[in-house]
């Protein structure tokens, strides 16, 4: 059986892959592919691992694992996900740097089951859109206590990622970035759920359905249907250009209203990020969806 962990990270996702793909029953049951609500295992593992402390489970914990999770007989690849799998927002940010207990995440979450082909997928998000979004989820924590003392300047991906692929011991390890989704979603759905290319599914568009006026939409949903893509790269063509011209300016642009945060600071976190992205996309070991 193959077992994937969708882990985030934080503000990337809000379950719309689990929501997306499970508007897909037909597809997923005639795979075999299983992705329950999170409802059902959330806890359950949560509880799991504080047990496991790190250790492998044994078949009666997979078992009781699996009777929570899932009701079907034959599942040949079961998806969880949830954004704490790799800690609280409050963790995300601490005295020793950015996302530094994530790695020793990997380990433990494939000991559920340790017999199994286990993955592990996430996005990465630009620290200059994640800062914000964490300051505002944490409403009884300011600024200078949730950045514990570091310079956000100083909150890089690669160091993370590098210790990922060691920690993935050799499992698939899939990334892409969040500020891609909008033409790669397709390519994430079907990673996700280890779905052949071909195979159809609703929820295609949901990502450019949320930062596109209706009229836009309309327009793309019709040109498609006109126009099949006889690609990839020309369905993400396509989906770039109505974007350029029917995205919402509210749903792309990002307000930052952070202490001391200049435009200069956000053009050097971003230049980081842009320069790690590069360096992870190259990495042995990371599979990566480009857009």
Known sequence: MQVVFHLGAHSTDEDRLIRTLAENPEALQAAHVAVPAPNRYRLVLRDALLGLKGNPADPALQDAILAASVDEDRVRRLVFSHEFFLCVPARVITERGFYTMVPSKLGP?????????VEFHMALINPATLIPALEARQKTVDYAAMMCGRDPRELRWAPVVRGMVEAAAGRRLVLWCNEDLPMIWPEVLRSLAGLAPEVPLRGEDAVAAQIMT?????????????????????????????????????????????????????????????????EIAEMPGVEFLRA
């Not at 979450?109 to 082909?117: I, R, Y």
Request: proline content about 8%; overall charge negative; hydrophobic content about 45%.
């Open 214 to 278: 209706r009229e836009g939409l309309a327009r793309l949903r019709a040109y498609f249907k006109s126009h099949p893509p006889q690609s990839v790269l020309q369905r993400r063509k396509v989906v770039s250009a109505f974007l350029d011209k029917f995205a919402l300016p509210e749903a792309i642009e990002v307000e930052i209203p952070l202490p001391g945060w200049t435009e200069e600071l956000v053009a050097e976190i971003t230049a980081n990020y842009e320069a790690d992205i590069a």
């Open 109 to 117: 979450l494939a000991n559920l089951f340790p017999q199994a082909e």
